[in-house]
């Protein structure tokens, strides 16, 4: 089993900063892809930022410019540094891995997901 742990939610005014982070735990698994998604109240579930397992970031257009995805790959950490945040951008912030793990044939690909860490923005 493959589990993802994130951190670093909480309230911050408007302009401010945080940084969220998401570890990845378990047995005998590699780690892909690794994303940050965010839903809004009311909203659909939407991707924020990914990294790939060469580095490659990818934003959304609604955060980039703003917000920086970065990987820890020894240490299979996500995290996610936002600035200049907006009351928009309140919602629950979710971290997904696309993560190989053994199967009885070769290895076989999982998507997996953390629980979710609220993001509030708001003076």
């Known amino acids: 089993q493959v589990q993802l742990v994130e951190s670093g939610g909480g309230l911050v005014q408007p302009g401010g900063s945080l940084t969220l982070s998401c570890a990845a735990s378990?047995?005998?698994?590699?780690?892909?892809?690794m994303s940050w998604y965010r839903q809004a109240p009311e909203k659909e579930r939407e991707l924020a930022a990914l990294?790939?397992?060469?580095?490659?970031?990818n934003y959304s257009r609604s955060v980039e410019g703003r917000v920086t995805i970065s990987r820890d790959a020894a240490k299979n950490i996500v995290d996610l540094q936002m600035t200049h945040l907006k009351p928009e951008d309140t919602g629950v912030y979710y971290c997904?891995?696309?993560?190989?793990?053994?199967?009885?044939?070769?290895?076989?690909?999982?998507?997996?997901w953390g629980q979710g860490t609220q993001v509030t923005v708001s003076s």
């Open positions: 997904h891995a696309g993560v190989f793990v053994p199967g009885q044939v070769g290895f076989k690909y999982l998507e997996v």
């Open positions: 990294i790939t397992s060469g580095g490659t970031t």
């Open positions: 378990g047995s005998r698994f590699s780690v892909n892809t």
